[in-house]
T-cell receptor
Framework: QKEVEQNSGPLSVPEGAIASLNCTYSDRGSQSFFWYRQYSGKSPELIMFIYSNGDKEDGRFTAQLNKASQYVSLLIRDSQPSDSATYLCAVNPGGNNRLAFGKGNQVVVIP | NAGVTQTPKFQVLKTGQSMTLQCAQDMNHNSMYWYRQDPGMGLRLIYYSASEGTTDKGEVPNGYNVSRLNKREFSLRLESAAPSQTSVYFC????????????FGPGTRLTVL
């Protein structure tokens, strides 16, 4: 089982709708969780991090962490065309400062 | 602050040629990383350096070597390039702790013919 898995396939959402992305991880000892956004041809940039169970909100973005079920999710409210990008889930399995990345989810916001 | 810088931005090599990708950060970070990104494969760690003077293998180290020249600079060398090394290479850095964010450079797009 891969360390970090993201559900496959591009996600198309109408402008103004909520985009929901999910990520599962295999190492129960994982301590920190990150969501990166990557525009085509660009480098990943951090949009959210979360360490504790529950929700964390930052503007239109909400990260949700459930350590018991080993998943982390990202909600994008009021989706905008500028949110069209690939979103990468990253997990620090603990013990060192390496990150394991999922393959990413492409989000397409349709005006 | 420039953050994380990488050179070159683009490179075309012939099979068997060698080259070094350069990376520098000005954020006083302790840890630095080299990743490659291929379509459908996500980001895969090649090598990392937890602190100045140390380097460790990541998920896909074969065919690569690294040098942590000083706290700021971390280079990646391809001794004998192969077409399978055609990829986009990203350098990243972070402070050091498990909760610390990694910041990425702009990437180097490498094609090996």
């Amino acid at each position: 089982q891969k360390e970090v898995e993201q559900n496959s396939g591009p996600l198309s959402v109408p402008e103004g709708a909520i985009a929901s992305l999910n990520c599962t991880y295999s190492d129960r000892g994982s301590q920190s969780f990150f969501w990166y956004r990557q525009y085509s041809g660009k480098s990943p940039e951090l949009i959210m991090f979360i360490y504790s169970n529950g929700d964390k909100e930052d503007g239109r973005f909400t990260a949700q962490l459930n350590k018991a079920s080993q998943y982390v999710s990202l909600l994008i409210r009021d989706s905008q065309p500028s949110d069209s990008a690939t979103y990468l889930c990253a997990v620090n399995p603990g013990g060192n400062n390496r990150l394991a990345f999922g393959k990413g989810n492409q989000v397409v916001v349709i005006p | 602050n420039a953050g994380v810088t990488q050179t070159p931005k683009f490179q075309v090599l012939k099979t068997g040629q060698s080259m070094t990708l350069q990376c520098a950060q000005d954020m006083n970070h302790n840890s630095m990383y080299w990743y490659r990104q291929d379509p459908g494969m996500g980001l895969r760690l090649i090598y990392y350096s937890a602190s100045e003077g140390t380097t460790d293998k990541g998920e896909v180290p074969n065919g690569y070597n690294v040098s942590r020249l000083n706290k700021r600079e971390f280079s990646l060398r391809l001794e004998s390039a192969a077409p399978s090394q055609t990829s986009v290479y990203f350098c990243a850095s972070s402070k050091a702790g498990v909760k610390d964010t990694q910041y990425f450079g702009p990437g180097t797009r490498l094609t090996v013919l």
